[in-house]
């Protein structure tokens, strides 16, 4: 074997000690976004023709450019979807990286698809789909609605061809008006229509509402999208009824669960999801609610064949590859090239175990349902709509969108939170989403209190 060379070790040190401390901050900085006129005063210019070396070059990015950037990991982040994950798994990230490992194929990557698999088939279970269900890891939640959409189609492509029955001249998907945006851009990089169904009182989209949408227009749709937790309120669908429709239209069922249905893990909130196990394809992002790193989303078919069929890329040099009858996990997704993704989560489920993240979502959710209970016992403060999941949307009453934004400049500029205005029905609002166990009541409280 030949010796790393001591300068080579010393980067790696150097690196290896800088990602060791940042995991095991006690105290994570909320830190804030700069300007880039700002950062390219600080930061300056760190290429070269013959390199500033680690130690500068680990300098700018610990004092200037990680400062600039939010620890989405931060207690107090409560905007968007936060990240909160385990030390487990964030660690075992650096392994996955210092271990090259191609995941796209059986042949080069089989150790770490067995354990993607274990833990898509884990999930496959508690979603109750069936012992043939399988998926892959892919980026995001957008990419695996993508991923799923462009199966779908095929999948009507292919039976309408088998039926002889006449293509339509659009294709079109169906989805609620509360559905991610992700579903709005997949179907326009297909170049199919959306057709958005209403919901009822309640958000949700149901089984007669997608019926109606689907009259007079049953040949062309190919796929009913059924939210299982929406981003802005965590509502989610009535995914049995939805089902149903699906089923006596003969369409595909996809479920988003990028966010919500991880909540399907927890006994409090199981119940919300009953139908999901009738799902054609389905998606959950580890990295929102299933405490992993950035970036992952389990993507997960009933019928993997479909997937095949769909996505096998077919280039020559990849016939040893695609010939032989493994489990290729770039066969799945619109993705050849792919990290090994999800091994963290792997990882973190190894060593904590199942229960430990059902207690960590519950705990979120209930924490969610303390909060919803003091802004309507605060005066001056209404809830906009009761928490099913751990998202909670309200109003301070009086309030314009520029009070919001002010108020919400201030909390970041106090390192305390970062809660940024929403609107909801053209009205502005403030929304929280509770993701990390380390958001208190206590930190909840402050935060209504400096609504006061
Ligand atoms: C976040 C989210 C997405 C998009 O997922 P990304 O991982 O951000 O690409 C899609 N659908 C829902 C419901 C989401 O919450």
């Not at 949408?213 to 939210?227: H, K, N, P």
């Amino acid at each position: 074997m030949h010796a790393v060379s001591p300068s080579t070790t010393a980067i790696v040190d150097e690196v290896i000690d800088y990602a060791r401390r940042r995991a095991l901050f006690t105290e994570v900085p909320l830190d804030r976004p700069m300007a880039p006129s700002e950062l390219a005063r600080l930061a300056g210019r760190s290429i070269s023709r013959d390199g500033i070396g680690a130690r500068r070059a680990l300098g700018v990015f610990e004092h200037v450019l990680a400062p600039s950037c939010l620890s989405t990991d931060h207690p107090g982040y409560l905007s968007f979807i936060p990240s909160a994950p385990t030390k487990a798994a964030l660690a075992f990230d650096l392994v996955v990286s210092a271990s090259a490992i191609y995941g796209g194929s059986w042949m080069e990557g089989a150790g770490a698809v067995f354990a993607e698999n274990e833990v898509l088939r884990w999930l496959a279970d508690e979603f109750g789909l069936p012992p043939g269900a399988g998926g892959v890891f892919v980026q995001g939640g957008t990419v695996g609605n993508l991923s799923a959409l462009v199966t779908a189609r095929d999948a009507a492509r292919r039976r309408y061809r088998a039926e002889g029955r006449p293509m339509p001249e659009r294709w079109a998907v169906v989805c609620s008006a509360e559905a991610h945006s992700s579903i709005a851009s997949a179907a326009a990089v297909m170049d199919v229509d959306v057709v958005k169904a209403r919901v009822d009182e309640r958000g949700r989209l149901t089984g007669i509402a997608v019926a109606e949408a689907l009259e007079g227009r049953r040949d062309s749709v190919f796929a009913i999208v059924a939210t299982a937790g929406t981003t802005n309120f965590g509502i989610v669908d009535d995914i049995a009824a939805i089902a149903q429709a699906a089923a006596d239209a003969d369409v595909w069922l996809h479920v988003d669960g990028a966010y919500g249905l991880a909540a399907m893990l927890a006994p409090s909130t199981r119940h919300l999801f009953a139908g999901v196990e009738r799902a054609d394809s389905l998606i959950v992002d580890p990295h929102k609610w299933l405490f992993a790193p950035f970036d992952a989303c389990a993507l997960i078919y009933r019928r993997p064949g479909a997937a095949l069929a769909a996505h096998t890329q077919k280039a020559e040099y990849l016939d040893t590859l695609t010939e032989s009858a493994d489990w290729n996990p770039s066969d799945l997704g619109i993705q050849l090239t792919r990290r090994a993704r999800g091994l963290p989560l792997w990882f973190s489920l190894a060593v904590h175990g199942t229960e430990h993240y059902r207690v960590a979502i519950e705990d979120a959710v209930a924490k969610a349902g303390r909060l919803a209970e003091e802004i309507r016992r605060r005066p001056g403060l209404s809830l906009v709509r009761e928490p099913d999941l751990s998202v909670v949307v309200f109003r301070r009453d009086g309030w314009s969108a520029s009070d919001y934004q002010a108020w919400s400049d201030g909390l970041l500029g106090e390192q305390k939170a970062f809660v940024v205005p929403s609107s909801h029905a053209g009205e502005p609002v403030l929304r929280v989403a509770i993701i990390s166990p380390l958001t208190t009541d206590g930190l909840l409280r402050e935060i209504l209190d400096s609504l006061a």
